[in-house]
C-alpha cells in the first residue's frame, strides 16, 4: 500500500478557542505597558492519526497503484489512529476536472466498512469499468476517446480522506492515481 501524498490539515476547534483567548489577554496586557512573555502549548488532540495508506489490486511496473479503465478495480484504504474517532467520509475525485464518485461518510457502527480493529479502518471501493472520475488532457470528451490495444494514461484520479473526532479533523488526499485504458492480466 502506498501512504498518502499529502496531509491536507489539522483542525481543533479548541486549539483555536484557546489561541484566540491567549491572543486577547496578550493584546490588554500588552497595551497596559507590561511586557509579557506567552508560550502557547497547545493541548493534546484527542483523536491521532498514525498512518493512512491505499492501493489498487492492479499496479504499474514500478509497483504504484493504477485504476485499469476495462476491469473492474479494488481501490482500498487504511488508517490507523488513537483516541476518539467520530466519523470519517471519502471519495474519489478527479484530479482536473473535480468529478466525484463514490462520496460516502461513514461511523464505527457502520457495517459498510470491510474490516476493522480498536485502532484501525479499512475500506474497500470497487470502480466499475469506465466509471472513475478522471482529469482529460488537451480537451478529449470521454466520447473521442478511441479504445487501443496499447495501454495509455486516460487521465488521473485522487482518493480523499476526511477522518473526524470530537475536535479534530485530518484532511488527507493520496498522489494522483493513473487511469489506464487497457490492462493486460
Known sequence: MQTFSRFISRLSTRSRRLAGTVLLGAVLL???GCDILIEFVPPE???RITDASYGTNFRDRDNNSIICDNYTTRLTYRFEYQGELRSWRSFIRGENT???RGERDFALTDDRRDRYGSDYVE???DIPPERA???LDAGLSPESIVVVPNPTILGYSRLMLTVRG???HYDYESDPIPVVSVCNL
Do not use: Q
Open 166 to 168: 470530537d475536535d479534530e
Open 98 to 100: 473535480g468529478n466525484v
Open 45 to 47: 488532540p484527542e483523536l
Open 123 to 125: 475500506v474497500t471501493y
Open 133 to 135: 472520475p478522471l482529469s
Open 30 to 32: 500588552g497595551s497596559s
